[in-house]
């Protein structure tokens, strides 16, 4: 029988709301029970060695697996990192303790990141600083991407964003990675380490009501028929599948459900996307439209 190849992954959890565990653990197909206990594709094994929303184990036993992990699978495993990280203080966001001494997760993650195969950034408050790191940023939140950049740490980085992302989005980078390997996998991301197979369109361009938008159709409040441009969809500005994919295994999303767009998935969020239920400016919509110009885009 041929081998079976594990592929360790270190869950850590920073300032975020738990959503983006909790969106994974709702996966339909393949549902979580199969991820973690069969394997992702024939001979390869997703190995989740810790995450606290979701083990039984506490205390000094699973600080060690976490420290052991630099160690022993030093090079090979790959750090999943859910929200932002404070470094405002050392109290800040604390994991664990070494020597009567409190860990902030920004240590931790560092560390981590440091000797791992790859980051995954799960959710917008990991890739961008999304809501913890909005004004005024009391606890100084960063994403995982700036803190790597301070620290000088070079592991590849790829950013799975949303507020949550949807599971999908997850799994298929890992089951991609665990097929093609890392090195094809970072041919495929966009300029802001996206997998452009799920953020390649703008959330405008696949939208059910994108006909209203092009004859002008639009709602005046929410419950009326129509585009919900004017009433601060973020569509044309937001790189993201939802339309055609949808959440809660296909049953819904956001402007299915009468709401705009937030935008979620940008860097913009929340803070320069806000006010949220407002149009947004022509001036600040055509900075955001080249900002976020597809990466496949020719160059001006």
């Not at 159709?217 to 129509?226: L, S, T, Y």
Request: charged share 20%; proline share 9%.
């Amino acid at each position: 029988m041929a081998k079976v190849v594990e592929i360790p992954v270190v869950w850590m959890q920073g300032a975020a709301c738990t959503g983006c565990v909790v969106s994974l653990l709702n996966s339909l197909s393949p549902g979580i029970a199969r991820l973690v206990l069969r394997e992702l594709v024939p001979g390869k094994h997703v190995s989740l060695r810790f995450l606290v929303t979701a083990m039984a184990g506490q205390g000094r036993q699973v600080m060690d697996v976490v420290r052991d992990e630099t160690v022993k699978d030093k090079g090979n495993y790959i750090l999943v990192m859910e929200g932002s990280v404070p470094v405002g203080h050392p109290a800040y966001g604390t994991v664990g303790e070494e020597g009567g001494r409190e860990i902030p997760i920004a240590e931790i993650a560092g560390n981590l990141a440091r000797h791992a195969a790859a980051v995954v950034c799960m959710g917008t408050c990991s890739s961008f600083g999304g809501i913890p790191a909005a004004s005024p940023n009391p606890t100084g939140c960063v994403s995982m991407g700036e803190l790597l950049a301070r620290e000088k740490i070079t592991t590849p980085v790829v950013n799975i964003p949303g507020c949550p992302p949807h599971p999908d989005w997850l799994i298929g980078s890992l089951l991609a990675v665990a097929v093609y390997g890392l090195g094809p996998v970072a041919g495929l991301l966009d300029d802001l380490k996206r997998p452009k197979i799920f953020y390649g369109k703008l959330v405008h361009e696949t939208c059910p009501r994108r006909a209203d938008f092009d004859a002008a159709r639009f709602a005046k409040k929410f419950g009326d028929p129509g585009c919900l441009y004017l009433l601060g969809c973020r569509g044309p500005a937001s790189y993201a599948d939802c339309p055609t994919r949808m959440f809660n295994s296909g049953t819904n999303w956001c402007i299915g459900a009468g709401g705009p767009c937030h935008g979620c998935v940008e860097p913009e969020f929340p803070d320069r996307f806000s006010p949220l239920y407002e149009k947004i400016d022509d001036r600040r919509m055509d900075r955001f439209r080249l900002l976020q110009k597809p990466a496949t885009a020719p160059k001006a």
